[in-house]
Every structure is written in structure tokens, then in C-alpha cells.
T-cell receptor
Framework: GAVVSQHPSWVICKSGTSVKIECRSL??????MFWYRQFPKQSLMLMAT?????????EQGVEKDKFLINHASLTLSTLTVTSAHPEDSSFYIC???????????FGPGTRLTVL | GENVEQHPSTLSVQEGDSAVIKCTYS??????FPWYKQELGKRPQLIID?????GEKKDQRIAVTLNKTAKHFSLHITETQPEDSAVYFC???????????FGGGTRLMVKP
């Protein structure tokens, strides 16, 4: 159990377009979901924490108007990269927390390339 | 906020040898310390975790030790195999519902 999926797994888009990434917990209800960004050969950097039905909490330096997060249900959170630019190219990974567990279950990631 | 430092950044060992990766954390309130293995282009996979009420935990070839006083914890892999080659991340959290702060990662290479 505790499977998290992400869609799409990779996307290539033109500069200026918006891209939506979905994160789903398939077999459990996720009270909290987290969004991370990972640049090549670097660590995971937390972008925001998303709780179902409330506004996301963004980490310092992350533009909330550029990275829109919606957590509409206990099994789905979305990250929309608005007006994407080449510097937004990265590996975006979500994770979900099940109930009161400490453990976070990670999605497979979405590789975004902005031309 | 929490700050997690991880060393070394790269580690090369011969198959069969042991590998040790060390992490330090800054916030004494952190009480949950997972270790993740990430292969290229894939999701991080939890391999072992430890809570602050335990000093050591072992799972087959993998063990983790925690020194709360010194605020450091270590991953030990014995009898390394080529398939252990990956990037390993430590992390720290203040428990359920709180975010994970990751270390910088260690690229482990096991030579056959």
C-alpha cells in the first residue's frame, strides 16, 4: 500500500506557457502533501506544504503566484507552473503523508523542460 | 529552521566493503530521521528510519545510529553490492505532519 502517482512523468513546453502537474495518493487519504524541486545532482528542496482544503504554505523564496498549488481532495494535489521559463526546468517530486505517519511516500517525479 | 549537513558527497567502495554516511542536524526538536535511496531519474525510496527514542536500528545489511546529544546520525551499509550504487539522502523532521529537511546527498559507487 501507500502508492503515490504523478502525471505527467515528463513534459516539454515552450517558454511562457503554464504546466500542471498532478499528484495522487492511490490507496490512502493524504492529509498533507509536499512539493519538492530537485535540480541535477542536487538534493530535494521543499517548495510548499499542502493541506487538503486550505492554502498551501510556501517556503521562503518560492513565488506563490508562479507555483500555484491546489489540494482539492484528500487524494489529489496539483502544482501549476505559470508562465514557465527555462530556469524552471527541473525534476518536480511530490510526497504524501498518510494519517499521522511520520513517513512520506514519494511520487515518481515529473521532469519539466522549458525551451 | 532545521539545517541538515551530509558527508561525504561522494563515496566509492569495493564490493563487499562497508559504507558509512554521516549527517548532522541543527534543531534539537527534530525527532524523526529517515534515509532515502534514489536511483537516477527515480523517486526517493525509504530504506530505513529512526526515531529519537531509539539509538540504533538495523535491517539486514543496513543500520542507522542516532546520537541525540551530538545531533548526528549515520547510515551503515555492510557487505556492499553493486546494486547499492545510488544517491543516498538523510533527512530530519519534527515528527508527524512536519516537513522533511534533506541533507545534500551522497553518491555511493560500489565497484565490482
Amino acid at each position: 500500500g501507500a502508492v503515490v502517482s504523478q502525471h505527467p512523468s515528463w513534459v516539454i513546453c515552450k517558454s511562457g506557457t503554464s504546466v500542471k502537474i498532478e499528484c495522487r495518493s492511490l490507496d490512502f487519504q493524504a492529509t498533507t502533501m509536499f512539493w519538492y524541486r530537485q535540480f541535477p545532482k542536487q538534493s530535494l528542496m521543499l517548495m510548499a506544504t499542502s493541506n487538503e482544503g486550505s492554502k498551501a504554505t510556501y517556503e521562503q523564496g518560492v513565488e506563490k503566484d508562479k507555483f500555484l498549488i491546489n489540494h482539492a481532495s484528500l487524494t489529489l494535489s496539483t502544482l501549476t507552473v505559470t508562465s514557465a521559463h527555462p530556469e524552471d526546468s527541473s525534476f518536480y517530486i511530490c510526497s504524501a503523508r498518510r494519517g499521522s505517519d511520520n513517513e512520506q511516500f514519494f511520487g515518481p517525479g515529473t521532469r519539466l523542460t522549458v525551451l | 529552521g532545521e539545517n541538515v549537513e551530509q558527508h561525504p558527497s561522494t563515496l566509492s567502495v569495493q564490493e563487499g566493503d562497508s559504507a558509512v554516511i554521516k549527517c548532522t542536524y541543527s534543531d534539537s526538536a527534530s525527532n524523526y530521521f529517515p534515509w532515502y535511496k534514489q536511483e537516477l531519474g527515480k523517486r526517493p525510496q525509504l530504506i530505513i528510519d529512526i526515531r529519537s527514542n531509539v539509538g540504533e536500528k538495523k535491517d539486514q545489511r543496513i543500520a542507522v545510529t542516532l546520537n541525540k546529544t551530538a545531533k548526528h546520525f549515520s547510515l551503515h551499509i555492510t557487505e556492499t553490492q553493486p546494486e547499492d550504487s545510488a544517491v543516498y539522502f538523510c533527512a530530519a523532521s519534527m515528527g508527524a505532519g512536519n516537513m522533511l529537511t534533506f541533507g545534500g546527498g551522497t553518491r555511493l559507487m560500489v565497484k565490482p
